[in-house]
């Protein structure tokens, strides 16, 4: 079956840190790009980050830009966030998804930071 | 960067017809990196149409993508039950690779 499953979510206070993880199985990612988009609570998508296969090129979005980190270990099949200095308005659950077009994307992990 | 406007916001219609949602970019984008998305509630979204016009794999061919330059559009020619959902537009030539608001399809 072919999934891709991240982990790593929770309830943080505003300024800390998680890191979160997508794993892929029954799925090749190792040649592919990889994302990482948001959705806010009621709200509508957000991108938040692209790596490349090899990655050779990373992307943020401005929101994010400085204190968000992504990489991946192909060896592990696997996609990481490092998010660091949250805030309230990064709360949502967050998604991985394969590609530039995001043909596959996992069920997503939920990320809550509140005092 | 190109931010993107879908409308309307809310498309009220019933099972059997015609859907049209719009996606306008403030600046061109090339329609070779123009996709579709479908979510449901509670649910990840899917991919429904890349580059455009592209079905994505499994996708029946009740949806259709059109467009070029800053215009895109989603039909649904005739609608399901199963497509009352809300729909997002994305360029993904890039960075940022941005989102529309979306249109929610109800009953």
């Known amino acids: 079956e072919v999934q891709l499953v991240e982990s790593g979510g929770g309830l943080v206070k505003p300024g800390g840190s998680l890191r979160l993880s997508c794993v892929a199985s029954?799925?090749?990612?190792?040649?592919?790009?990889m994302s990482w988009v948001r959705q806010a609570p009621g709200k509508g998508l957000e991108w938040v980050s692209f790596?490349?296969?090899?990655?050779?090129?990373?992307h943020y979005a401005e929101s994010v830009k400085g204190r968000f980190t992504v990489s991946r270990d192909n060896a592990k099949n696997s996609l990481y966030l490092q998010m660091n200095s949250l805030t309230a308005e990064d709360t949502g659950v967050y998604y991985c998804?394969?590609?530039?077009?995001?043909?596959?994307w996992g069920q997503g992990t939920l990320v809550a930071v509140s005092s | 960067e190109s931010v993107l406007t879908q409308s309307p916001g809310t498309l009220s219609l019933s099972p059997g017809e015609r859907a049209t949602l719009s996606c306008r970019s403030s600046?061109?984008?090339?329609?070779?990196?123009v996709a579709w998305y479908q979510q449901k509630p509670g649910q990840a979204p899917r991919l429904l149409i890349y580059?455009?016009?592209s079905r994505a794999t499994g996708i029946p061919d009740r949806f259709r993508g059109s467009g070029s330059g800053t215009d895109f559009t989603l039909t649904i020619s005739r609608l399901e039950p199963e497509d009352f959902a809300v729909y997002y537009c994305?360029?993904?030539?890039?960075?940022?690779?941005?989102f529309g608001g979306g249109t929610k399809v109800e009953i």
């Open positions: 998804a394969r590609d530039r077009t995001l043909d596959f």
């Open positions: 029954g799925v090749t990612v190792n040649t592919y790009s």
């Open positions: 790596i490349s296969s090899s990655s050779n090129y990373i």
């Open positions: 600046q061109s984008v090339n329609s070779d990196y």
């Open positions: 580059g455009a016009s």
């Open positions: 994305q360029h993904y030539d890039r960075s940022p690779k941005g």
